[in-house]
């Protein structure tokens, strides 16, 4: 499995993804699920995947492959279109074609086609968006109701995104909220598993400034994780007894 | 869906059910999941059900045929297996032979055999001990190593057991910690509903003396619930941010 999520706020987005990928609990490996791609000053777009890594990959590489050829073809491509919401409906598209590839093969062996993205970013003046693309291609936009979106793993960090999380948060206390949704995550499965790929866009910036791998010997996750333990701790210990 | 859990104590066993059954989500009812068989003096068995509430149902109506019956046919019931887990096993029985008369019909209408147990209690002179039955009949029992088991949309409300949940804990305390599990699981989650059914076994008591239904307007729970907030609000906001 896989844990994503990202905060849409009023100062920008921030985007969080783990990295652990199973075949099977025996076969354990690292990859990366956070993909960005970055003209400064011109765009930022911040992909997070989830589902079978054979299906995001080739996503990814479509996607990579539109950009080098669309300077011969003009096709358009994550580097060219005009807006998040076409950047969306290529993500989209190539889920798609992914499926018309590889889909018939993968159910006829009962493994069904998962794939969830999470796509954010900004282009030019446009203000920042985030979305969530489907296994069918299709997909939603983050608005000013939702704080957050999560795809994969997701229930076990959701209650702590749904108590705290809200737009007006500053970037530095949304890294914050979301490394902890990614902590209570970690504690109960271990399908999901460090490091953390974690990346802070600012509005308006068109860079990307803020972007960090966060592994178990991380200083302020440890930080962070034992502090929140503690203080989870105290606080339940200050709540009356059920009177029996 | 549907949210039990069960927590098994140096001091005796708490445990917790909702009461939200819906099929599809605009036919939304309230039962009964926490089930119990008392014989003061010689045992008290607890039943928490999650999943198809035809097959739950259709499992205690037969522990309760069973127990019917057995006064003239001498066949092993509830009231009078030795332990809890002869007692874990008629359960397991009566869920495999509602697969057999149900099974079939509800697999060819695509709707699969979901039904999972927790069965705890006390017999005479063994320990309490506590059991998660699963919808092919075989179980798991709850040892030193685990202090709670949970069925059902579990995901949400399980961080906070992951972290607080001890066997030395007391019953109030334990109590407390459920509900807050509840809590959790209540705010993220619309298929589990209140009110709550909670019961408070007593080691050696062999008999129910706390069994009760918290509804919406229970002043602890609102207590339990506001205060928790406010609680994690604090703690949130006492951590350091991560630094942009």
């Known amino acids: 499995m896989t844990y994503c999520a990202a905060l849409r706020l009023d100062e920008g987005l921030v985007f969080a993804a783990d990295t652990r990928t199973n075949a099977g609990i025996d076969n354990v490996a690292t990859f990366r699920k956070l993909h960005h791609w970055c003209s400064a000053g011109d765009r930022v777009l911040v992909l997070l995947t989830a589902g079978n890594l054979s299906i995001t990959q080739s996503v990814v590489s479509l996607l990579n492959e ?145 972007e960090r791998r966060i592994g178990q010997d991380d200083e302020y996750f440890r930080y962070l994780a034992s502090a929140w333990s503690n203080a989870l701790r105290e606080a339940f210990g200050k709540i009356e007894e059920f009177e029996t």
């Open 66 to 210: 539109q950009i080098e050829a669309s300077a011969a073809t003009q096709a358009p491509s994550l580097m060219s279109v005009p807006s998040l919401y076409r950047a969306a409906r290529l993500v989209g598209d190539a889920v798609r074609e992914v499926r018309r590839v590889d889909g018939p093969a993968l159910e006829a062996g009962h493994l069904g086609f998962s794939a969830s993205c999470l796509l954010g970013g900004q282009i030019g003046t446009e203000p920042p968006s985030l979305f969530q693309i489907y296994p069918e291609g299709n997909f939603i936009e983050a608005n000013e109701d939702t704080a957050f979106l999560q795809i994969g793993e997701h229930k076990y960090g959701k209650p702590i995104l749904d108590r705290v999380a809200r737009p007006s948060m500053g970037l530095g206390e949304a890294a914050k909220l979301l490394l902890l949704s990614f902590d209570s995550t970690l504690r109960s499965n271990l399908s999901v598993g460090m490091p953390i790929d974690l990346l802070i866009y600012a509005r308006d910036s068109l860079d990307i400034r803020h």
